[in-house]
RNA sequence: GCCGGGGUGGUGAAACCGGUAACCACAGGGGACUUAAAAUCCCCCGGGAGCAAUCCCUUGCGGGUUCGAAUCCCGCCCCCGGCACCA
């Protein structure tokens, strides 16, 4: 608006000079040029979901950040590639699609055409000759490609699984679309059903993923979330032999104990295996408590139970998966009448059924110790289950009773031949013992699960798979592919489970690649998070048809030097293109087996201390903001709002500091002189690019933004005009953040080119950067009394005669006598005085 | 409950390795220019007392270590994010 005011017209120079770098390549590389780079750096940013809404703030601040940290790099010497890309299949596409009731086939093309218009308008360095869209069959091509790696390793399998079901929908729901336990849409009660899946065995990489960390230059934050995720937990698997019905009294009262050195690994006797993290306090386990779909169930009911039993298992199915792991619930559970012996006692303990205990971790059983585990109290003390302590931690005896679950540190009791031992010591030496008779051994437990790729939806790579009746699950032959997804007009997911792909008999019906008989093509597509979980090796090859990745480039270019963005992707995206990377590591199509060097992970931008929502409707829509302050006003605030690394909140009248900036820049250097700087003007220079040169490599701009602006005060005190040599590597430093300008400005100072090929990153001269006078403070027992200004690197003779110069510090000086003088060169010197 | 990250002026935030708390901005107040406004420029701006010099208080709360603590240690409170019946 007020363009005639500033002397610069933002909308003018933006569009100058994104058309120059279009039309000079600046930002872009050939193929060949790929190849070449003598410096290669790769700037990764995670690439957007382009939403019909366009562009998000949130997007903007992360790319923008890490924008900056490209042209920085490329300013420093680097050959920055800098791609971008649109992660446009998933349900997220779908739902909206199905919402305005249009072909996510015609929505996505215009979407990604209006990111596209946006993201150029930002002016991020972005190489738009190596864009990747997940839709688009050259790309899910290769995605296809990987997912036929993974099962010919294999490392696919097949099998079945619970999901989130309404039966309303009659569709599966993520665990996100469970609201209380019931349809997000509808509100009817899920329950749960078991449908066969795709699974990646991402267990099998559990132990790797996880030492890996240790190696990799990653957010603190994003690193613990994956640890956490991968949840290690030492400890052992222990067998309880099942007791079989034929021993159990016809009264239907409980067996007798035997001997514990009777009880040993049999062929052929049925054995509850349970993990545990705590074989020290097996004494103490009075009862087993199984997951309701454990396979052991059956065998173990008795007639007695097992009307009882089988309505309990019904009714943990029809329970959804999310408030079936409720913590806050009552626990509930029935005995199936079945017992199986105690390898450390030889006494025989009631087998429990209870939703407690999930199917999907350790091995679905459990030995209960309600005298050392929370949740076996609470189970323990509903049903009337015996109590026993088996660990003392010094006050308490072995007969003192338990109040609540002891879950701590001591030392064992009521544990024959092992009390008094340790709970450390006697966590080895028991799992030994049962060991030697075949019931025990020390295991690594992963919380991680195999990754299920599988979605009965229609927005998806088709997985290449043919369903073949002699032939199982053939792999689609490679130069079959892409598997083309068919335009399906009616992609509602409906019908009972099964993807809307089977709803097309012509792309369905195939035959099969190995012995030719009639089969069916997979209706199920793959998983967004697959498409994202390779996206990064493949910009660099983007350009090939013929093949997903070509060695040399991808050699060259990769692993990832630089990777930005947002936190709430710390686990499944980041963990699975890891995940992806080894896989293709050690099948030997790459040669590195992480693929982000360094991840750093960005703050999120909330606005006048409020989260962002439609709801509230106080989203920031970017396009009016870059319309009347332009983009490198926008991006130098966005920047200038808080520490990257944890967001800032978004005030609309704060732009206006860096609009203002941006103004004096333009004033200083275009009305510039050619003379000499002023001393301690340069004094200042030197110190600034000491400052924005060590700050900006690590992502330290809001610091390396009031450098700058404290640089530029300096630079124009009492209205001076600036020398150029004073203003000139100000432009420099200030290019990452606002392109446009510095390319005008160093137009404007006689340079040919743009600013991010010809301009040196400014050197600066440590002698140049001190100071010949510092203040020192002066402190009487710690409290400032006064400041002198003194020559730098002054000894304490001299500070302490200018300190007893200033007549305040004398008045407190005088009231005692000094004990001690601290003197802290150039900086403080305290008296302590009594 | 567990794991991260935080808590500093009216606001966003600075502060090297323990060394002058509040850089840089926003908002606010005052002034210059202007017929007027906008824009621009200059000055003030943590709280309290005082004409002033200057003094006292102040980094969520309570202790501690130290000549000296926003920073280190112990014990709490609160906010944000993630995980959560994980055996």
Same mark, same amino acid.
């Given at each position: 608006?007020?363009?005639?005011?500033?002397?610069?017209?933002? +909308?003018?120079?933006?569009?100058?000079?994104?058309?120059?770098?279009?039309?000079?390549?600046?930002? +872009?590389?050939?193929?060949?040029?790929?190849?070449?780079?003598?410096?290669?750096?790769?700037?990764? @940013?995670?690439?957007?979901?382009?939403?019909?809404?366009?562009?998000?703030?949130?997007?903007? =601040?992360?790319?923008?950040?890490?924008?900056?940290?490209?042209?920085? /790099?490329?300013?420093?010497?680097?050959?920055?590639?800098?791609?971008?890309?649109?992660?446009?299949?998933?349900?997220?596409?779908?739902?909206?699609?199905?919402?305005?009731?249009?072909?996510?086939?015609?929505?996505?093309?215009?979407?990604?055409?209006?990111? $596209?218009?946006?993201?150029?308008?930002?002016?991020?360095?972005?190489?738009?000759?190596?864009?990747? *869209?997940? $839709?688009?069959?050259?790309?899910?091509?290769?995605?296809?490609?990987?997912?036929?790696?993974?099962?010919?390793?294999?490392?696919?399998?097949?099998?079945?699984?619970?999901?989130?079901?309404?039966?309303?929908?009659?569709?599966?729901?993520?665990?996100?679309?469970?609201?209380?336990?019931?349809?997000?849409?509808?509100? $009817?009660?899920?329950?749960?059903?078991?449908?066969?899946?795709? #699974? #990646?065995?991402?267990?099998?990489?559990?132990?790797?993923?996880?030492?890996?960390?240790?190696?990799?230059?990653?957010?603190?934050?994003?690193?613990?979330? /994956?640890?956490?995720?991968?949840?290690?937990?030492?400890?052992?698997?222990?067998?309880?032999?099942?007791?079989?019905?034929?021993?159990?009294?016809?009264?239907?009262?409980?067996?007798?104990?035997?001997?514990?050195?009777?009880?040993?690994?049999? *062929?052929?006797?049925?054995?509850?295996?349970?993990?545990?993290?705590?074989?020290?306090?097996?004494?103490?386990?009075?009862?087993?408590?199984?997951?309701?779909?454990?396979?052991?169930?059956?065998?173990?009911?008795?007639?007695?139970?097992?009307?009882?039993?089988?309505?309990?298992?019904?009714?943990?199915?029809?329970?959804?998966?999310?408030?079936? /792991?409720?913590?806050?619930?009552?626990?509930?559970?029935?005995?199936?009448?079945?017992?199986?012996?105690?390898?450390?006692?030889?006494?025989?303990?009631?087998?429990?059924?209870?939703? =407690?205990?999930?199917?999907?971790?350790?091995?679905?059983?459990?030995?209960?110790?309600?005298?050392?585990?929370?949740?076996?109290?609470?189970?323990?003390?509903?049903?009337?289950?015996?109590?026993?302590?088996?660990?003392?931690?010094?006050?308490?005896?072995?007969?003192?009773?338990?109040?609540?679950?002891? +879950?701590?540190?001591?030392?064992?009791?009521?544990?024959?031949?092992?009390? !008094?031992?340790?709970?450390?010591?006697?966590?080895?030496?028991?799992?030994?013992?049962?060991?030697?008779?075949?019931?025990?051994?020390?295991?690594?437990?992963?919380?991680?699960?195999?990754?299920?790729?599988?979605? /009965?939806?229609?927005?998806?790579?088709?997985?290449?798979?043919?369903?073949?009746?002699?032939?199982?699950?053939?792999?689609?032959?490679?130069?079959?592919?892409?598997?083309?997804?068919?335009?399906?007009?009616?992609?509602?997911?409906?019908?009972?489970?099964?993807?809307?792909?089977?709803?097309?008999?012509?792309?369905?019906?195939?035959?099969?690649?190995?012995?030719?008989?009639?089969?069916?093509?997979?209706?199920?597509?793959?998983?967004?998070?697959?498409?994202?979980?390779?996206?990064?090796?493949?910009?660099?090859?983007?350009?090939?048809?013929?093949?997903?990745?070509?060695?040399?480039?991808?050699?060259?270019?990769?692993?990832?030097?630089?990777?930005?963005?947002?936190?709430?992707?710390?686990?499944?995206?980041?963990?699975?293109?890891?995940?992806?990377? @080894?896989?293709?590591?050690?099948? !030997?199509?790459?040669?590195?087996?992480?693929? #982000?060097?360094?991840?750093?992970?960005? !703050?999120?931008?909330?606005?006048?201390?409020?989260?962002?929502?439609? +709801?509230?409707?106080?989203?920031?829509?970017?396009?009016?903001?870059?319309?009347?302050?332009?983009?490198?006003?926008?991006?130098?605030?966005?920047?200038?709002?808080?520490?990257?690394?944890?967001?800032?909140?978004?005030?609309?009248? !704060?732009?206006?500091?860096?609009?203002?900036?941006?103004?004096?820049?333009? *004033?200083?250097?275009?009305?510039?002189?050619?003379?000499?700087?002023?001393?301690?003007?340069?004094?200042?220079?030197?110190?600034?690019?000491?400052?924005?040169?060590?700050?900006?490599?690590?992502?330290?701009?809001?610091?390396?933004?009031?450098?700058?602006?404290?640089?530029?005060?300096?630079?124009?005190?009492?209205?001076?005009?600036?020398?150029?040599?004073?203003?000139?590597?100000?432009?420099? @430093?200030?290019?990452? #953040?606002?392109?446009?300008?510095?390319?005008?400005?160093?137009?404007?100072?006689?340079?040919?080119?743009?600013?991010?090929?010809?301009?040196?990153?400014?050197?600066?001269?440590?002698?140049?950067?001190?100071?010949?006078?510092?203040?020192?403070?002066?402190?009487?027992?710690?409290?400032?009394?006064?400041?002198?200004?003194?020559?730098?690197?002054?000894?304490?003779?001299?500070?302490?005669?200018?300190?007893?110069?200033?007549?305040?510090?004398?008045?407190?000086?005088?009231?005692?006598?000094?004990?001690?003088?601290?003197?802290?060169?150039?900086?403080?010197?305290?008296?302590?005085?009594?």
């Amino acid at each position: 608006m007020d363009d005639e005011n500033r002397g610069w017209v933002a +909308s003018e120079i933006e569009r100058k000079w994104q058309a120059y770098w279009d039309e000079h390549g600046t930002n +872009s590389f050939t193929d060949e040029e790929l190849r070449t780079a003598e410096n290669p750096f790769y700037n990764l @940013m995670m690439f957007p979901y382009p939403s019909a809404e366009g562009l998000h703030v949130g997007n903007i =601040y992360a790319f923008t950040g890490a924008d900056v940290h490209g042209r920085y /790099q490329r300013l420093r010497g680097k050959d920055v590639f800098e791609p971008i890309g649109f992660d446009a299949f998933g349900i997220h596409s779908e739902n909206f699609a199905l919402k305005v009731g249009r072909h996510p086939m015609d929505l996505i093309p215009s979407n990604i055409e209006n990111f $596209t218009r946006q993201l150029r308008r930002i002016g991020g360095m972005f190489d738009w000759g190596h864009v990747v *869209d997940t $839709t688009h069959p050259s790309y899910y091509r290769w995605t296809q490609w990987v997912f036929l790696k993974l099962f010919d390793a294999g490392l696919a399998e097949r099998k079945e699984a619970p999901v989130n079901w309404c039966p309303s929908c009659m569709t599966v729901l993520a665990n996100e679309q469970v609201i209380g336990g019931a349809c997000e849409r509808c509100d $009817t009660p899920v329950e749960q059903r078991r449908i066969a899946q795709w #699974f #990646f065995r991402i267990t099998d990489y559990a132990q790797r993923l996880l030492d890996n960390l240790d190696e990799i230059d990653w957010s603190e934050t994003t690193t613990k979330a /994956q640890r956490n995720w991968i949840g290690r937990s030492e400890g052992a698997e222990i067998a309880f032999p099942v007791v079989p019905h034929d021993e159990l009294p016809g009264d239907g009262g409980s067996p007798t104990s035997v001997d514990p050195g009777a009880v040993r690994s049999v *062929d052929g006797a049925r054995m509850i295996r349970v993990f545990t993290t705590r074989p020290d306090t097996l004494f103490g386990a009075t009862f087993m408590v199984l997951a309701p779909e454990h396979p052991l169930v059956d065998v173990l009911t008795s007639d007695a139970q097992r009307a009882t039993v089988e309505a309990y298992r019904a009714k943990a199915a029809a329970s959804d998966l999310v408030s079936r /792991q409720k913590t806050d619930k009552t626990k509930t559970g029935v005995p199936t009448g079945g017992y199986c012996r105690n390898p450390a006692t030889g006494e025989a303990l009631p087998v429990w059924i209870a939703d =407690y205990v999930l199917m999907d971790y350790g091995t679905g059983a459990i030995m209960a110790v309600p005298g050392h585990d929370e949740r076996d109290f609470e189970f323990a003390t509903e049903f009337g289950l015996p109590i026993r302590r088996v660990i003392a931690d010094g006050g308490e005896d072995a007969g003192t009773p338990l109040e609540e679950a002891a +879950s701590g540190d001591g030392t064992l009791v009521n544990s024959a031949r092992f009390d !008094g031992m340790s709970k450390d010591r006697a966590i080895r030496a028991i799992t030994e013992w049962v060991g030697e008779r075949g019931l025990g051994a020390l295991r690594v437990n992963f919380r991680l699960h195999d990754w299920c790729i599988s979605r /009965q939806r229609y927005w998806g790579p088709p997985i290449p798979i043919v369903h073949c009746d002699g032939c199982g699950p053939v792999g689609v032959p490679e130069e079959q592919l892409p598997v083309v997804l068919p335009r399906v007009e009616d992609f509602k997911p409906l019908d009972d489970g099964i993807s809307p792909l089977a709803r097309d008999e012509s792309w369905y019906r195939t035959e099969c690649p190995t012995c030719g008989a009639d089969a069916r093509r997979e209706t199920d597509v793959s998983d967004t998070f697959l498409d994202s979980g390779w996206y990064f090796l493949r910009y660099p090859n983007a350009g090939f048809d013929d093949r997903a990745l070509d060695p040399e480039i991808t050699g060259k270019w990769l692993p990832v030097d630089a990777y930005i963005g947002g936190n709430e992707h710390a686990v499944l995206h980041l963990l699975y293109a890891r995940f992806l990377t @080894m896989v293709l590591k050690d099948l !030997g199509h790459i040669d590195f087996e992480e693929p #982000f060097t360094q991840f750093r992970a960005h !703050g999120l931008i909330i606005r006048n201390g409020a989260k962002m929502s439609k +709801s509230k409707g106080n989203v920031i829509v970017p396009d009016p903001i870059i319309e009347e302050f332009g983009a490198d006003t926008f991006r130098l605030y966005l920047m200038f709002l808080g520490p990257f690394e944890e967001g800032g909140d978004y005030r609309d009248e !704060g732009i206006e500091g860096p609009r203002g900036f941006l103004s004096r820049v333009w *004033d200083s250097v275009t009305c510039a002189e050619e003379r000499a700087p002023d001393p301690d003007v340069e004094r200042k220079l030197h110190q600034t690019i000491e400052q924005v040169t060590g700050q900006l490599a690590d992502l330290q701009y809001n610091t390396s933004i009031a450098a700058m602006m404290e640089y530029l005060n300096v630079a124009r005190a009492g209205g001076r005009t600036a020398a150029r040599a004073e203003v000139e590597p100000l432009v420099v @430093m200030l290019a990452p #953040f606002a392109p446009h300008i510095a390319e005008e400005l160093w137009e404007h100072l006689g340079h040919a080119g743009s600013i991010f090929d010809s301009a040196p990153w400014p050197d600066f001269d440590p002698e140049k950067t001190r100071e010949d006078a510092v203040d020192l403070a002066v402190q009487v027992n710690g409290k400032l009394r006064g400041t002198v200004r003194i020559p730098a690197g002054a000894d304490q003779a001299t500070a302490e005669a200018a300190a007893r110069a200033e007549e305040n510090v004398l008045r407190y000086l005088n009231d005692g006598e000094i004990r001690r003088v601290i003197h802290v060169p150039d900086r403080l010197l305290n008296y302590v005085v009594t």
